[in-house]
């Protein structure tokens, strides 16, 4: 098991730069996730931790030695990818056999067969080891591509999006067993995805990714609700959090779109300063007394829940509200927030300004 | 309905079929010309119109590959009496075979040496061509190569003028350097011939295996080259199959090249068979014998890796 740190790592392809000095610590038996948008330089940086790719600056740190230079066999990590993670023409029993016949292990026939038989069972696979791949299922192909990860009980557990080309049930299933398996394990894992629920729902620590650099790293309640600024804030919850430009007057918001006063609590930016006021659909309350007035858009569905989008001075907001609530399109709505709630970015850096 | 055919389907269904017909009668008629040629009594070979049915008969082959001369003086009854049935089949077309002085030894024509050095030259050629042609391919794919295209193309250029035009410059530098007239010459000059080719269709089906393979090889604890062997070469098999049927072909029916540079040592079937028209009337029937077995092994060659040629040439190497 180890530690891994990344210390200001770039790379660059070409004229395209994936990563600007990125400094990552992921901490021995964490459940790391990298989190961002397609191109933000999660895949990178896995593939920089898998000696893949080769840092253009700065070192890669496993275990406090330096292992920047080490190939990709010596660094003892396993990756799981998203697709074409297995051998064709071999079976699954070939497919996790494989990684151990390789030449700087040194296991005997029955170690290895011991091995494959407990990673087998582990994964509920057994009754497919002798199947050829190109005859399995995406969810067992993936059950297969984690086995073949932990046959060699390597060091750390690399997955680039291992659950994104599985369908929803799937996904929920195998992220659960995953989490098991990194509790049963106790091995470092780092974990890409764009899908912040299994950022949120997984991780340990989570680090939001955005254009080549890490913007911000914490455990998932941090990310949640103290996000370091509005692209944070924006990239988990869904829906995403409403931020709605105004002024902080004293104890008051004052929403530019509609003119709507609103209380805060504790505002940690100046009097008359021009903020971003940023509300989670959670703490947006419906209510006939509530001080600011609009018009129900949208309404959807979620069972549970019923997610409002609601029209106020030509902004969009959206609320979370009980199945419950019996509420129309295009109905008049009187609305609030929790004032306790409410964060307040810097409108032209995105900021938290609560943080700084 | 499914499985029921409109009369639509069914006429066009009839008219693939019959222009399948056509395309074969008109590719096979060559074959069986030769074929049939070569089993035919010399007298019946050159008949206008052409004889269809006659008796076959083995003699073209056994002229093949034997030395002859034209009989002055008919044999004796003994002689001939005394001759094996191959050798009752020359004296009858009006020629003897030529033995050794001393030691009786039948002569040999010299086609099965000329058919070995083919089948040397071309199978040697092919292997070096493909698996050279492989790993250059392998590596323009995988690893980023300054001026990649240009070098591509700079290969590709190689087979941008007709070999003939090299054939004379060509002659002249293997006379200095000794390669005139020995296997490894025309070894080289195929495998060079053939390996632009190669790394241009091994390129194309490289590129189409995911690299995510490999580096799961590499993480795996293997080497580059381990993961080479292991995970990318039986990917590629298919598509090197393909290649190597193409550049065998180009290898063993090579002309110009083959006539120019060989005379004695290493001279290969294709400048050998038309010789024989050359020396006294020509015997259809002997070179027809001699192309209907220089056929063969190209057929067989084909066969053996049809699956793969067929999947090849339609350059879907890997399901996705």
């Known amino acids: ?9 770039s790379k660059k392809f070409g004229p395209n730069t994936a990563l600007r000095g990125v400094d990552i610590d992921i901490k021995d038996g964490e459940f790391f996730v990298l989190l961002g948008q397609t191109g933000a330089g999660k895949t990178t940086t896995l593939r920089v931790i ?12 496993i275990e406090g030695q330096d292992a920047t230079n080490w190939n990709a066999a010596e660094r003892d990590v396993a990756l799981v990818l998203q697709q074409y993670s297995l051998y064709p023409r071999l079976t699954v029993r070939g497919n996790l056999e494989f990684p151990l016949k390789s030449k700087t292990q040194n296991f005997t026939p029955e170690e290895i067969n011991e091995r494959v038989e407990r990673a087998a069972e582990t994964l509920q696979i057994t009754r497919l080891l002798d199947r050829k791949v190109e005859r399995l299922s995406g969810g067992e192909m993936q059950r297969v591509s984690i086995g073949r990860a932990i046959v060699r009980n390597p060091r750390v557990f690399l997955m680039d999006e291992p659950l994104s080309a599985l369908d929803a049930n799937l996904r929920d299933v195998l992220r659960v067993e995953l989490k098991k398996l990194h509790h049963d394990l106790g091995a470092t894992f780092v974990f890409v995805t764009h899908d912040q629920v299994e950022a949120m729902s997984m991780g340990d620590k989570i680090g939001v990714m955005n254009k080549g650099k890490l913007v911000q790293v914490g455990t998932p309640d941090e990310i949640y609700s103290k996000p370091l600024n509005t692209f944070v804030a924006r990239s988990v919850g869904t829906p995403p959090m409403n931020l709605l430009d105004g002024k902080l007057e004293g104890d008051v918001a004052v929403i530019e779109a509609g003119g709507h006063r609103l209380p805060v609590n504790e505002p940690t930016a100046k009097d008359g300063q021009a903020v971003c006021f940023g509300i989670r659909p959670e703490d947006v309350v419906i209510a006939p007394d509530a001080p600011a007035k609009g018009r129900v858009f949208d309404v959807e569905n979620h069972g549970v829940i019923k997610i409002l989008t609601i029209e106020a001075g030509g902004e969009h907001i959206h609320a979370t509200v009980s199945a419950q609530m019996k509420i129309g399109i295009d109905d008049p709505v009187n609305f609030g927030w929790k004032p306790e709630k409410v964060l307040f970015f810097d409108p032209q850096t995105g900021l938290n300004l609560g943080l700084s | 309905m499914a499985g029921v055919r409109t009369p639509r389907e069914t006429w066009t269904n009839r008219t693939a ?11 096979l008629t060559p074959i069986y010309w030769i074929a049939a040629t070569a089993f035919k009594p010399r007298n019946l070979a050159t008949t206008i119109p052409p004889t269809v049915a006659f008796t076959p008969e083995v003699s073209p082959f056994v002229k093949l590959f034997t030395k002859r001369s034209q009989l002055r003086e008919q044999p004796t009854q003994e002689e001939y009496d005394a001759a094996p049935w191959w050798e009752k089949m020359v004296f009858d077309g009006g020629e003897k075979v030529v033995r050794n002085r001393k030691t009786g030894e039948v002569r040999s024509s010299g086609y099965g040496d000329r058919f070995k050095n083919s089948l040397i030259v071309s199978i040697i050629s092919t292997l070096v061509a493909v698996s050279m042609g492989t790993l250059t391919a392998y590596g323009f794919s995988r690893f980023k ?3 990649e295209d240009d070098w591509l193309f700079f290969i590709l250029s190689t087979r941008m003028l007709p070999p003939v035009v090299v054939a004379i410059p060509m002659f002249l530098m293997y006379r200095v350097v000794g390669l005139n007239d020995t296997h490894m010459g025309l070894i080289i000059l195929y495998t060079a011939f053939n390996l632009s080719f190669a790394v241009w269709i091994m390129k194309g089906f490289i590129d189409e295996i995911p690299k995510e393979y490999e580096e799961a090889a590499l993480v795996d604890g293997y080497t580059r080259m381990q993961a080479f062997f292991k995970v990318v070469l039986p990917e590629a098999l298919t598509g090197m199959a393909a290649t190597a049927v193409l550049c065998f072909i180009t290898a063993w029916n090579e002309y110009a090249f083959a006539l120019i540079m060989t005379n004695r040592n290493a001279q290969t079937a294709p400048p050998y068979i038309p010789s024989q ?11 027809a014998a001699g192309t209907l077995l220089f056929l063969i092994p190209v057929a067989i060659f084909t066969f053996l ?7 090849g040439m339609s350059f879907g190497a890997i399901r996705k």
Do not use: Y
């Open chain 1, 1 to 9: 098991m180890a530690d891994i740190a990344l210390e200001g790592i």
């Open chain 1, 50 to 61: 898998a000696g893949l790719e080769k840092p253009d600056t700065g070192r890669v740190m």
């Open chain 2, 17 to 27: 079929i019959f222009a399948v017909f056509v395309a074969l009668v008109i590719m």
């Open chain 2, 145 to 147: 190569v300054k001026g």
């Open chain 2, 277 to 287: 028209v050359g020396s006294g009337l020509p015997d259809w029937t002997v070179i």
């Open chain 2, 305 to 311: 890796l049809r699956n793969h040629l067929l999947r």
